[in-house]
């Protein structure tokens, strides 16, 4: 049995130790999965801001696509005009504020190079606008001159610049016309530099990918063709030219002037040029004609307009190194009016364009991310915030430019202390688990040990019984066959021979009843019938049954009764307890010198007491629970010399438990034990209402 245990048990641990090793790579295959999810979430997160801010820049560029090319004027005169009617003039609706959305500064540019915006005129800026908007329009007009005029050049023989901007170093700047071209040195190195700074970012750790938004690219848009009356676009187009013309003349004016303090003639042409140009009054606009007047032959009563679609332009300059990609972005469309060609656009608004982007990433931040939007091309990667890592980087790329978006875990050690926290949890439960087994295991080895002594004890039981039924069996057959031959003749010896069979059958009686009473117990059958008696009366009678086996062996029996009322208990139970009391002191107290028995019975507010005390060994202390076990018997059994079966005390401690009492061993003085049985048997008031009440143990 203990080879089948120990094979069992190894099974069970090997079985352990497997599922723990496999719960192991579980944890480890679920930090794995934490990793993949979350770097999965932050990849959701980039393609949903990039799909945010394409949305916005598609609307804004469809919106500015439609913007009709009047609104860069000044004044405009509207498509709904009748003909043959005075022209209205309308104020531009762009005219109130440079920022319009991501779209900053709007301008044209003039065939003769000259730029004009919705704001104020030439002559309005040159007169001295006092107003903060003033102010703000010179300076984009100033850098529209110094940056973006010499970044744009021709595939054609084209317009250019006149006098005037040549004398300001653009005579080598050509008007775009098909086609616009940058100087890319400085963007290369920021690129290289940029480059370099991603890849020290991807070697820390996080991952990164590009995202394309072409929504500022010409590929996303389409040219538009539009048909005006001639009069209409002459009248626009003329109250356009008039402010250039005057202001050609009097830059050129300004020149002559200056030559002429050098040169006394060229001073004289100059004064006498001069009133003229600037009293020569404004032509109506109905008279003016951008693409000859109506009326010339061979003209029609419309004129097509192409506006092409917006192209966008990175001009390098010491204004734009703070910029986001590297430079000023201007977004540049060709608007052909017949033979004439203009060139209209705006400078984007980058300081608006990272906060709608810092919106869309803010709007679509997860719990635990955050941002950081890279906006110096060639920086240094400088951690903003102590402990946040780097996670992801998108890059947003507009075809021109790239925008780097950092995408940063606020705490990086999450998914280390969520799976630090579920190892504790698996160490924690395979520690219980482990400790269950081996209790379990512990507990089957005793189950199996406690197994083995019990069937021990029952092979004892068994042995015991037989001997205990074979020794009175023995004396009554011996007897019966003497009298049944008629060898007694003595009639003394014959009422002996009486007396000892009738002794060996009460001790036959006795064990039967015990191992009859144990079975029922066992099997819990075994009934109670309680009812109202004398207990010392009960215990008398049982005294007197054992006086002569107590004097056969040399014992006497005192009674010390005490004062009890009348009180509800088994008789047969009580019965049995003292004569099982009674039988234990005469087996176990033969060698000692005083061989008197001593019953008393004392009562309390509780308990009916019972004691039998004898003056033997008495029972050791280790052993006095052990006692009252079943089959249990002090001593090995090849060698004992008492009688017995081991069942006598067990019955004693059950039939005490039924009637709700306790049995404990005390020693004797000098020497002995005191068996003291508490019976919590019922008062009469306690059995009105059930007086023959049973109990199934």
């Given at each position: ?17 497997g ?79 440079l920022e ?41 007009l ?34 775009a ?10 963007l ?60 050609a ?63 966008p ?28 060609h ?26 635990g ?28 790329d ?20 969520q ?59 011996m ?51 309680f ?8 215990i ?61 019975t ?6 009916v ?48 438990q ?40």
């Amino acid at each position: 049995m203990y080879l089948r245990l120990s094979i069992l048990s190894a099974i069970i641990l090997a079985a352990v130790c497997g599922l723990s090793w496999l719960g192991y790579r579980a944890i480890e295959i679920r930090a794995q999965g934490l990793e993949g999810a979350r770097l999965g979430q932050f990849a959701e997160v980039a393609e949903q801001i990039r799909q945010d801010v394409k949305r916005k820049l598609d609307e804004f560029m469809q919106r500015e696509q439609q913007r009709p090319w009047t609104d860069y004027q000044y004044y405009y005169v509207p498509e709904n005009v009748v003909a043959d009617q005075q022209m209205p003039l309308l104020r531009s609706p762009l005219g109130d504020r440079l920022e319009n959305n991501l779209a900053y500064g709007n301008f044209q540019i003039e065939p003769e190079g000259t730029i004009v915006t919705p704001y104020y005129r030439q002559e309005q800026l040159q007169q001295g606008g006092q107003d903060e908007q003033a102010g703000k329009v010179d300076a984009h007009l100033n850098n529209i001159r110094q940056n973006l005029l010499p970044a744009l050049s021709s595939t054609s023989s084209g317009f250019k610049f006149p006098s005037s901007v040549s004398a300001k170093s653009y005579a080598s700047a050509k008007l775009a016309l098909d086609s616009f071209s940058v100087d890319t040195k400085g963007l290369a190195k920021d690129q290289k530099v940029a480059e370099g700074k991603e890849q020290q970012t991807q070697a820390k750790g996080g991952r990164k990918k590009q995202y394309t938004i072409d929504s500022l690219q010409e590929a996303s848009q389409q040219a538009q063709v539009i048909n005006q009356p001639r009069s209409i676009v002459a009248s626009n187009v003329a109250q356009n030219t008039e402010p250039v013309q005057q202001q050609a003349e009097r830059e050129n004016a300004a020149v002559l002037d200056e030559l002429a303090r050098q040169h006394d003639v060229v001073q004289a042409r100059i004064a006498q040029s001069q009133p003229a140009q600037m009293q020569q009054p404004a032509q109506p606009p109905a008279q003016q004609s951008a693409a000859g007047g109506p009326g010339e032959p061979g003209q029609t009563e419309t004129v097509q307009i192409r506006i092409e679609p917006f192209v966008p332009l990175v001009v390098p300059s010491q204004a734009g190194q703070q910029s986001v990609f590297g430079g000023q972005v201007f977004l540049l469309r060709h608007v052909q009016i017949e033979d004439r060609h203009l060139l209209q656009g705006f400078q984007l608004n980058q300081k608006r364009l990272i906060e709608e982007i810092k919106e869309s990433a803010e709007r679509f931040m997860r719990q635990g991310m955050t941002f950081e939007l890279v906006q110096t091309p060639g920086a240094e990667t400088v951690e903003s915030d102590a402990g946040k890592a780097i996670s992801y980087t998108a890059i947003l790329d507009f075809g021109f430019g790239d925008l780097v978006l950092k995408l940063k875990e606020i705490d990086p050690a999450w998914i280390a202390k969520q799976i630090s926290q579920i190892r504790n949890w698996y160490f924690s439960i395979i520690t219980v688990v482990l400790l269950a087994v081996m209790l379990a295991l512990g507990s089957l080895w005793l189950a199996a040990r406690a197994q083995i002594k019990l069937a021990q004890k029952k092979d004892d039981f068994i042995s015991a019984v037989s001997h205990e039924l074979r020794t009175p069996l023995t004396s009554i057959r011996m007897y019966s066959e003497m009298l049944e031959k008629n060898w007694v003749k003595s009639k003394d010896k014959l009422t002996e021979y009486y007396k000892s069979m009738r002794q060996e059958s009460e001790r036959l009686s006795r064990l039967i009843e015990n191992v009859l009473d144990f079975s029922r117990i066992q099997r819990g059958r075994k009934k109670y019938a309680f009812s109202l008696g004398d207990i010392n009366a009960c215990i008398a009678e049982v005294v007197e049954m054992m006086t002569p086996y107590a004097a056969e062996n040399g014992f006497s029996i005192r009674k010390e009764f005490g004062e009890l009322t009348q009180a509800a208990f088994d008789r047969d139970a009580v019965t049995q307890i003292v004569v099982n009391l009674l039988d234990n002191a005469i087996k176990y107290a033969r060698s000692a010198e005083d061989k008197t028995i001593t019953v008393r019975t004392r009562s309390d507010a509780q308990f009916v007491t019972i004691e039998v005390e004898d003056h033997g060994p008495g029972v050791p202390h280790r052993q006095r629970k052990k006692v009252f076990e079943q089959f249990y018997r002090c001593g090995c059994e090849a060698t004992r010399e008492t009688a017995g079966t081991g069942l006598g005390l067990a019955l004693v401690k059950k039939f005490t438990q039924a009637h709700n009492g306790f049995v404990e061993i005390l020693t004797a003085k000098p020497t002995g034990a005191i068996f003291r049985v508490a019976l919590a048997a019922p008062r009469p008031a306690q059995l009105v209402a059930k007086p023959q009440a049973a109990r199934v143990q």
